[in-house]
């Protein structure tokens, strides 16, 4: 059985993971866009109602996916060419705070944007008091839960997945900017921190993928958006990370690991310690060479950021794609978050140059 992870962007929703196809083209294009570049186009609000409210979400997910049909048809794009089966309604809501609003953390909505979190850190004191959440009374996950089953009346099958984060973005969006001295200083106390993240993360994933497979969509695989990684050391990483990240992978077997555009190549080694680690994704800067070594049976990706995609020359393109092929492919080239400005024409060229330097056959 092919347990491969590919990126996933649905429309609205920040980049996350879904399981594989098996039939996924050598260089194959994955292209989001931020909010702010949907509302340019259509009047969508991307607030408060629109994650709370899924009758609102689900309005506003037709209208994206027709606009990407329209602008870029053929492509693919946000999966809006599938014209059957049950929308995506799920992913994306809350964005990639809902860790963050278990514990409590309020969140701040824009009508242009995802989600941020009320800068509301936790003490000293309430760090070390600090407990996981009983899920089956915590009003946000609740919340979620009811949305889930509103989908499931309206859809049939409840497809879609959360964004869960990592334990340091989590941790970072309770502790702040303080989380970094207590990883240097208060070692003991960040493990704790960790632990009660790893147990909520756990314990919410397990109840929606059941609430998930009650409709008929059977999920078994975790992903880890691990974006600030590179604000700690790959020594930090493994005495302090790497054990929840394995703790995690050990769910389900299966692991999907976001290292956002940066340079992955001090933590790979590490990474590779994690059992089941079927997609993992880095910066064009990254040893791709290394990442294809270590990781021959994963499904690699390359975030490409969208001020490359919407400055660097046809050439330097092409360059980039060629360069990520040999080094990398089969591969997914993701590029995330393009914003309001960024040219129809330049995302085509992308998704025709990944065409014409796939493999065929």
Same mark, same amino acid.
């Given at each position: 059985?092919?347990?491969?992870?590919?990126?996933?962007?649905?429309?609205g929703a920040p980049a996350t993971r879904r399981?594989?196809?098996?039939?996924?083209?050598?260089?194959?294009?994955?292209?989001? %866009?931020?909010?702010?570049?949907?509302?340019?186009?259509?009047?969508? =609000?991307?607030?408060?109602?629109?994650?709370?409210?899924?009758?609102?979400?689900?309005?506003?997910?037709?209208?994206?996916?027709?606009?990407?049909?329209?602008?870029?048809? &053929?492509?693919?794009?946000?999966?809006? =060419?599938?014209?059957?089966?049950?929308?995506?309604?799920?992913?994306?809501?809350?964005?990639?705070?809902?860790?963050?609003?278990?514990?409590?953390?309020?969140?701040?909505?824009?009508?242009?944007?995802?989600?941020?979190?009320?800068?509301?850190?936790?003490?000293?004191?309430?760090?070390?008091?600090?407990?996981?959440p009983d899920l089956d009374h915590n009003e946000? %996950?609740?919340?979620?839960?009811?949305?889930?089953?509103?989908?499931?009346?309206?859809?049939?099958?409840?497809? &879609?997945?959360?964004?869960?984060?990592?334990?340091?973005?989590?941790?970072?969006?309770?502790?702040?900017?303080?989380?970094?001295? =207590?990883?240097?200083?208060?070692?003991?106390?960040?493990?704790?921190?960790?632990?009660?993240?790893?147990?909520?993360?756990?314990?919410?994933?397990?109840?929606?993928?059941?609430?998930?497979?009650?409709?008929?969509?059977?999920?078994?695989?975790?992903?880890?958006?691990?974006?600030?990684?590179?604000?700690?050391?790959?020594?930090?990483?493994?005495?302090?990370?790497?054990?929840?990240?394995?703790?995690?992978?050990?769910?389900?077997?299966?692991?999907?690991?976001?290292?956002?555009?940066?340079?992955?190549?001090?933590?790979?080694?590490?990474?590779?310690?994690?059992?089941?680690?079927?997609?993992?994704?880095?910066?064009?800067?990254?040893?791709?060479?290394?990442?294809?070594?270590?990781?021959?049976?994963?499904?690699?990706?390359?975030?490409?950021?969208?001020?490359?995609?919407?400055?660097?020359?046809?050439?330097?393109?092409?360059?980039?794609?060629?360069?990520?092929?040999?080094?990398?492919?089969?591969?997914?080239?993701?590029?995330?978050?393009?914003?309001?400005?960024?040219? =129809?024409?330049?995302?085509?060229?992308?998704?025709?140059?990944?065409?014409?330097?796939?493999?065929?056959?």
């Amino acid at each position: 059985m092919n347990r491969q992870l590919v990126s996933y962007i649905a429309p609205g929703a920040p980049a996350t993971r879904r399981p594989a196809e098996g039939n996924e083209p050598f260089l194959r294009p994955e292209i989001g %866009f931020t909010p702010a570049w949907y509302r340019q186009h259509l009047p969508i =609000d991307f607030g408060e109602r629109f994650h709370r409210g899924p009758a609102y979400r689900r309005q506003c997910v037709v209208q994206m996916r027709a606009e990407l049909r329209r602008r870029f048809p &053929g492509t693919g794009i946000g999966g809006a =060419d599938r014209a059957d089966g049950p929308l995506d309604l799920l992913t994306g809501t809350f964005g990639a705070c809902l860790v963050a609003a278990i514990y409590g953390v309020p969140l701040i909505y824009a009508a242009d944007n995802w989600p941020n979190c009320a800068h509301q850190y936790l003490s000293d004191e309430q760090a070390a008091s600090l407990r996981p959440p009983d899920l089956d009374h915590n009003e946000t %996950f609740q919340e979620l839960l009811g949305q889930v089953d509103w989908i499931a009346a309206q859809e049939g099958r409840v497809e &879609g997945f959360i964004n869960w984060q990592g334990l340091l973005n989590n941790a970072h969006r309770l502790r702040g900017e303080a989380l970094l001295i =207590d990883l240097v200083e208060r070692p003991e106390a960040c493990r704790h921190l960790f632990e009660c993240i790893c147990a909520t993360m756990i314990e919410g994933i397990r109840k929606l993928h059941e609430r998930q497979r009650r409709s008929g969509v059977e999920l078994q695989f975790v992903t880890v958006s691990n974006c600030l990684v590179n604000l700690v050391s790959p020594r930090t990483y493994r005495e302090l990370l790497l054990p929840f990240d394995q703790r995690l992978a050990e769910v389900y077997g299966v692991i999907g690991i976001h290292n956002c555009a940066w340079n992955a190549t001090p933590y790979l080694k590490a990474y590779a310690e994690v059992p089941g680690v079927t997609y993992i994704d880095m910066g064009i800067g990254s040893d791709l060479l290394q990442a294809k070594r270590l990781f021959p049976e994963a499904r690699r990706a390359v975030m490409y950021t969208p001020m490359d995609l919407a400055n660097k020359s046809s050439a330097d393109l092409e360059a980039d794609l060629r360069r990520i092929g040999q080094e990398c492919g089969p591969t997914d080239m993701v590029c995330a978050d393009i914003e309001a400005g960024t040219p =129809d024409s330049r995302v085509l060229e992308l998704v025709t140059l990944c065409r014409r330097l796939s493999p065929q056959g």
